[in-house]
C-alpha cells in the first residue's frame, strides 16, 4: 500500500509564477490536508478537504492561494505569482475518515519544497 | 503568546542518555496530544498519541500529559543515533491540530 505521494518533490519558480503541488492520498483515504513548514516553525495547518470539498480552509492566506481535491485525481495546492516569503517545505497529509472530535492519524507526505528565486 | 511552544533546540545528547522533550499549550480544549518524528528531507510520522491526561508507553519512548499544567512530555530511554531527528507535539480539539516548532535533537555515538 503505496504512502502519501507529493509530486513534484522540489520545485523552483520565479517570483510572479504559478506553483502547482501535488497530493495523492493513501489508497481509501479521502480526506486530505496541507501545511506548510518554515524553519523553527514548525507546521502550519492550511487547508482541509474531502473530495469536491473544502471543509475548512481558516489556515489558507486570502489572496493567491488555492485549492482542491476533485472527484478523479489527486489534490492540487495552487499559490499564483508567487513572492520570496512563499518559500517553503508544502506537506500534504490523509486520513482515512472526518476529523470531528475522535482521533485519526493523519499519513504525511514527504512534502515539496518550494523555492521561489 | 503562541497556542503550543515547543523549544527548538538545537538538544545534543551521547548514544544511551535519557531524553526529554516538551510542549506547553495554552488551548484547555485540545483532547489529543501527539507525538512526531521528522528525519531530514522527510514527512512527519506519527510516534505516539495519548488522550487526555497519564503516561502512556511504548518501547523506549514513553508520552505524558498534565492537562492541569498544559504541559505535555516525550521521554525516550536509551537513546541511539537512530533517534537523531526533530520530534514535534501536536494537540488535537476537534477539527483543529496544532504543531509544535519542533526540537532538533542529535544523539552521538
Known amino acids: 500500500n503505496a504512502g502519501v505521494m507529493q509530486n513534484p518533490r522540489h520545485l523552483v519558480r520565479r517570483r510572479g509564477q504559478e506553483a502547482r503541488l501535488r497530493c495523492s492520498p493513501m489508497?481509501?483515504?479521502?480526506?486530505v490536508y496541507w501545511y506548510r513548514q518554515l524553519p523553527e516553525e514548525g507546521l502550519k495547518f492550511m487547508v482541509y478537504?474531502?473530495?469536491?470539498?473544502?471543509?475548512?480552509e481558516s489556515g489558507m492566506p486570502k489572496e493567491r492561494f488555492s485549492a482542491e481535491f476533485p472527484k478523479e485525481g489527486p489534490s492540487i495546492l495552487r499559490i499564483q505569482q508567487v513572492v520570496r516569503g512563499d518559500s517553503a517545505a508544502y506537506f500534504c497529509?490523509?486520513?482515512?475518515?472526518?476529523?470531528?472530535?475522535?482521533?485519526?492519524?493523519?499519513?504525511f507526505g514527504p512534502g515539496t519544497r518550494l523555492t521561489v528565486l | 503568546q503562541k497556542e503550543v511552544e515547543q523549544d527548538p533546540g538545537p538538544l545534543s545528547v551521547p548514544e544511551g542518555a535519557i531524553v526529554s522533550l516538551n510542549c506547553t499549550y495554552s488551548?484547555?480544549?485540545?483532547?489529543?496530544f501527539m507525538w512526531y518524528r521528522q528525519y531530514s528531507r522527510k514527512g512527519p510520522e506519527l510516534l505516539m498519541y495519548t488522550y487526555s491526561s497519564g503516561n502512556k508507553e511504548d518501547g523506549r519512548f514513553t508520552a505524558q500529559v498534565d492537562k492541569s499544567s498544559k504541559y505535555i512530555s516525550l521521554f525516550i530511554r536509551d537513546s541511539q543515533p537512530s533517534d537523531s531527528a526533530t520530534y514535534l507535539c501536536a494537540l488535537k480539539g476537534g477539527n483543529d491540530m496544532r504543531f509544535g516548532a519542533g526540537t532538533r535533537l542529535t544523539v552521538k555515538p
Open positions: 497529509a490523509s486520513s482515512p475518515t472526518r476529523g470531528g472530535g475522535a482521533f485519526h492519524e493523519q499519513f
Open positions: 478537504l474531502q473530495k469536491e470539498n473544502i471543509i475548512d
Open positions: 489508497k481509501g483515504h479521502s480526506h
Open positions: 488551548n484547555s480544549a485540545f483532547q489529543y
